[in-house]
C-alpha cells in the first residue's frame, strides 16, 4: 500500500468531533440566584425578574425569570384576557408570583388561575399566572419540579419557536393572550397533570424535543393549546411553586433526544456523510490498486 492510501485510511479511521450534549439543571432558591444575588425577587413592583445559575454555575447557562398573569380583562367571553406583569417571589417551595388581581395571601401568591381578588372567578383565561424563562442559549426543557402546593396541580407548557409568526420581543408576553401567542410564534407544548409536593413533585415535559431560548410555564388552561374549553373541569384550583427545571442543550443542533426525559448522544461520536465517502473512496483507491498488481503480474507471466 502507498503513502497516499495510508494517509487516506488514517483520515477515514480518525474520530471526528462529537456533538456533546449537556444536561442542566437549575434549583430555585436562594444560594442558586445569579452570583448569590436575589434583588429582583425581593422587590414588591410589578415585571420584576431574577436570573439563577445552573448546576454547572456558568454565564451561558444561565436563565432570567419573570412572571406575568391574564389580568387584563378584554371581554366577557374569558379568552382573550391579556397578560400584565406580575410581581415574582422566591419562597421556601420555589418561585411564586402575585398577580394584579391577585390577593397576596397564601395560596394566591403561588402561580395559579384564580385571582380570589378584585372580581369573580374566571374561566378559561383569565387570572392565569404564568413563568416566562428566558435562557442563555436555545434549551431542550425536559422536566419541571414544584416544590408546594394546594393540592394537586395542572400545568401548561409553552415555548417561542418563531413557528406560525414572530415577536420582536419573545421575553415579554405583555398585551398579548394565550391565542395571540399561538398566532405569534409560540407553540403549545403540553398540559400536565396532578403535580403534587412531595409524592409527584416532578414531570417529565416536552416529548417532542423542542428546543428554545423562551418557555412559559403556566397554571392550567384550556386556551395554552388553543381551544379555550369555558366548561373544562381541569380550570382552577391549581396552585404551585415552581422548584425546579431540568434540561438538555446540545452545541449544535437539536440532538436532545430521548422523549422528554433529557436523554442524548451523551458526546459520543455520531458517523458522518463525510467519513462514509472517505471509506468509500479509500475501497475504490484499494481495489483499483489490486488491479492494477494483478495485471503487472499477468504481464510478467506471459
Known sequence: MNKFNLLLLAAALAPLPAHATVNYSWSFTSSSCDNGSCSGVGSNSYGNAQTFDSNA?????????????????IDSSETKEQFQ????????????????????????????????????????GGDVDAALFAFNQSTTLNSISIGWDNGAADISVMAYTGANGSMATPGDVTNKSFLDLLNSGWVF???????????????????????????????????????????????GNDYFKISGLGACVDDTTSKCNGG???????????????????????????????????????????
Open 189 to 235: 407544548i403540553g398540559n400536565y397533570l396532578n403535580l403534587d409536593s412531595p409524592s409527584n413533585p416532578t414531570v417529565a415535559i416536552n416529548a417532542g424535543n423542542v428546543s428554545s431560548s423562551y418557555w412559559l410555564v403556566s397554571a392550567y388552561t384550556s386556551c395554552a393549546s388553543g381551544t379555550c374549553n369555558a366548561s373544562d373541569s381541569y380550570y
Open 260 to 302: 422528554g426525559n433529557g436523554g442524548g448522544n451523551n458526546g459520543v461520536p455520531e458517523p458522518s456523510s463525510v467519513l462514509l465517502l472517505a471509506g468509500g473512496f479509500l475501497g475504490w483507491r484499494l481495489n483499483r490498486y489490486a488491479k492494477t498488481e494483478l495485471k503487472a503480474e499477468d504481464c510478467l507471466a506471459a
Open 85 to 124: 406583569t406580575a410581581n415574582l417571589k422566591l419562597y421556601s417551595g420555589g418561585l411564586g408570583a402575585t398577580g394584579q388581581e391577585d390577593s397576596t395571601s397564601s395560596p394566591y401568591h403561588a402561580f395559579d388561575n384564580n385571582g380570589g381578588y378584585s372580581d369573580s372567578y374566571e374561566a378559561p
Open 57 to 73: 454555575n456558568t454565564d451561558i447557562s444561565e436563565v432570567t425569570v419573570k412572571a406575568f398573569s391574564t389580568t387584563g380583562d
